[in-house]
T-cell receptor
Framework: KAGVTQTPRYLIKTRGQQVTLSCSPISGHRSVSWYQQTPGQGLQFLFEYFSETQRNKGNFPGRFSGRQFSNSRSEMNVSTLELGDSALYLC????????????FGPGTRLLVL | AQKITQTQPGMFVQEKEAVTLDCTYDTSDQSYGLFWYKQPSSGEMIFLIYQGSYDEQNATEGRYSLNFQKARKSANLVISASQLGDSAMYFCAMREDPNTGNQFYFGTGTSLTVIP
C-alpha cells in the first residue's frame, strides 16, 4: 500500500505570495492532519480534516487554511507569506479520526525569501 | 504546561548498546495514546511504537520497546542493540481522548547519535 504523498517536496516563494501544498493520504485513510515544523518552535499542529470537515485547529493565524476533498486528499494554503513561514510542512493520515496511529508523508520544505 | 516533555536534547550511544530516551506527559484524560516517531535527516516522520493508556503490558516492536509507567506519566523509548541507522531525531507524542480533542501533541525531540 502506498504511503502518504506530499507535493511539491520543495518550494521557494517570496514574501506576500501565497502557496498551496497538497497531501494524498494512504488509501482508505479518511483523516488528514497538517503540521508545521521549525527549528525554533518544533512540531506544531495546524489542523485536522476528516470527511471533508475540519475537526481540530491549532493556534495559527487565519492566513493558514486547508480543505479536504471527497477522495480524502487535502490541500493547505498559506496566504500573504511571511519569512517566518519557512518550515517543513508535514501531512499525516490515519484511517479514522479516532484511529490510534497516524502516518506521515515526506513533507514539503517551504522557503520564503 | 507542556503536554509532552523530552528532557534530553541530544544523546550518544555506542553501536550495539542499548539506549533509553526519556518522555513524560501531562494529561487528565483516562484514555490516551502514546507514540514514538523517528525523524531522519530526510525529514520524514517514521512511526515506531504505540502504547495505549489501558494497555497493561509495555509495547514492543522489534528492537524498540516502550517503558510505560502510568503513575509517573512516563513513556520512555528503549532501543536495544543500537545501529548506525538509528541516528536521527526521536519524538514522543500523545493523542488525548478522541472525545475531548483527538489532537496529537509532540515533544521537542531527542537527537540520537550512534557511535561506531
Amino acid at each position: 500500500k502506498a504511503g502518504v504523498t506530499q507535493t511539491p517536496r520543495y518550494l521557494i516563494k517570496t514574501r506576500g505570495q501565497q502557496v498551496t501544498l497538497s497531501c494524498s493520504p494512504i488509501s482508505g485513510h479518511r483523516s488528514v492532519s497538517w503540521y508545521q515544523q521549525t527549528p525554533g518552535q518544533g512540531l506544531q499542529f495546524l489542523f485536522e480534516y476528516f470527511s471533508e470537515t475540519q475537526r481540530n485547529k491549532g493556534n495559527f493565524p487565519g492566513r493558514f487554511s486547508g480543505r479536504q476533498f471527497s477522495n480524502s486528499r487535502s490541500e493547505m494554503n498559506v496566504s500573504t507569506l511571511e519569512l517566518g513561514d519557512s518550515a517543513l510542512y508535514l501531512c499525516a493520515s490515519r484511517a479514522l479520526a479516532g484511529a490510534e496511529t497516524q502516518y506521515f508523508g515526506p513533507g514539503t520544505r517551504l522557503l520564503v525569501l | 504546561a507542556q503536554k509532552i516533555t523530552q528532557t534530553q536534547p541530544g544523546m550518544f550511544v555506542q553501536e550495539k548498546e542499548a539506549v533509553t530516551l526519556d518522555c513524560t506527559y501531562d494529561t487528565s484524560d483516562q484514555s490516551y495514546g502514546l507514540f514514538w516517531y523517528k525523524q531522519p535527516s530526510s525529514g520524514e516522520m517514521i512511526f515506531l511504537i504505540y502504547q495505549g493508556s489501558y494497555d497493561e503490558q509495555n509495547a514492543t516492536e522489534g528492537r524498540y520497546s516502550l517503558n510505560f509507567q502510568k503513575a509517573r506519566k512516563s513513556a520512555n523509548l528503549v532501543i536495544s542493540a543500537s545501529q548506525l541507522g538509528d541516528s536521527a531525531m526521536y519524538f514522543c507524542a500523545m493523542r488525548e481522548d478522541p472525545n475531548t480533542g483527538n489532537q496529537f501533541y509532540f515533544g521537542t525531540g531527542t537527537s540520537l547519535t550512534v557511535i561506531p
